[in-house]
């Protein structure tokens, strides 16, 4: 019995030419090979060994599978010789056997029809329970050890029922599941659209306002500049301009009555000196009721700025 392997034959080098090519290879694991691989293919029917590449690690490859081969195929030879070793010590008990029985009148061929039919099942019953003789103490024994299997196998299949069981309840619950996702599934299409045209008018109005916001910061830069170029300043609040707007109306009323006495002066008798004195003083009221304002309205920007 030999163990052939398969391995690759690429064509490069003939092996007769590895002794001068290869000085460095192992000359024995040379030849070990060579007279291995000749045996095999010599086996096979083959009687030319293909070329191969002749390299210290095919040779090194090669020497290992010749040794596991020949390992191998020594034992296959003793277990096959002591296989027909056995065969024929059983050859000749049974031989043996049959001249005893035949001596005493129990031959095959001169027992009943019956007798040997129950022969028979008798034999292939103690084949079936894996027993060697056909003594009740061996059926007996056998049968307790069936039984015991019996048993391992009820207890096997108690297990394997409650396992099945389990699966089944998952497999249930499994399918439930599905059912809902599909018909999850199939809602949320049916909502797609509807979302899909909800989106799109998001986007439009998006756009929109991304249109709307450069506008209006557009707008908001132009009142900055514009405020800038007033002067005006964030110390400026609206508190702050409403109690000055209430300061200037207070002034207003009380230069009102000074500004409608000028004008009447316009209509003075033609006296100058009297009514340059008449209009110097009230000029100097003016003055003081104005110089007044601007001093309410410093002290005003003083405690807004503090």
């Not at 069981?165 to 659209?193: F, S």
Request: with cysteine; net charge neutral; aromatic share 6%.
């Amino acid at each position: 019995m030999s163990d052939s392997p398969d391995y690759p034959t690429p064509p490069v080098t003939d092996l007769s030419r590895t002794s001068s090519s290869s000085g460095s290879f192992d000359a024995n694991k040379i030849s070990e090979v060579k007279s291995w691989l000749a045996s095999q293919f010599d086996a096979a029917g083959k009687d030319h060994v293909p070329d191969f590449e002749c390299t210290s690690r095919t040779i090194s490859h090669l020497h290992n599978l010749a040794t596991v081969s020949q390992a191998k195929t020594q034992a296959a030879t003793i277990i096959a010789n002591d296989f027909r070793l056995k065969a024929a010590e059983y050859r000749s008990q049974a031989a043996r056997i049959r001249e005893i029985l035949e001596n005493v009148g129990l031959a095959q061929e001169g027992l009943p029809a019956n007798v040997v039919a129950s022969s028979q099942v008798l034999a292939n019953v103690a084949n079936l329970m894996n027993i060697r003789d056909t003594e009740l103490s061996s059926f007996l024994v056998a049968m307790g050890d069936v039984s015991l299997r019996k048993t391992g196998v009820e207890d096997k299949r108690a297990k394997v029922q409650k396992e099945s069981k389990i699966l089944l309840d998952y497999t249930r619950k499994a399918i439930a599941r599905l059912t809902y996702l599909k018909r999850t599934l199939a809602q949320l299409e049916d909502d797609v659209a509807p979302c899909e045209a909800q989106m799109e008018g998001w986007k439009t109005n998006l756009a929109i306002l991304v249109s709307k916001e450069r506008q209006y910061l557009q707008q908001y830069s132009n009142y900055k500049s514009m405020l800038n170029r007033v002067g005006y300043t964030p110390e400026i609040s609206h508190g702050m301009l409403v109690e000055m707007a209430e300061h200037r109306k207070d002034l207003e009323k009380k230069t009102k009555p000074i500004l409608d006495t000028l004008r009447s002066y316009q209509d003075l008798p033609p006296d100058k000196a009297l009514a340059a004195l008449a209009i110097e003083e009230k000029k100097r009221q003016y003055n003081v009721a104005e110089k007044q304002f601007e001093d309410v309205l410093q002290s005003a920007l003083a405690t807004s700025e503090d």
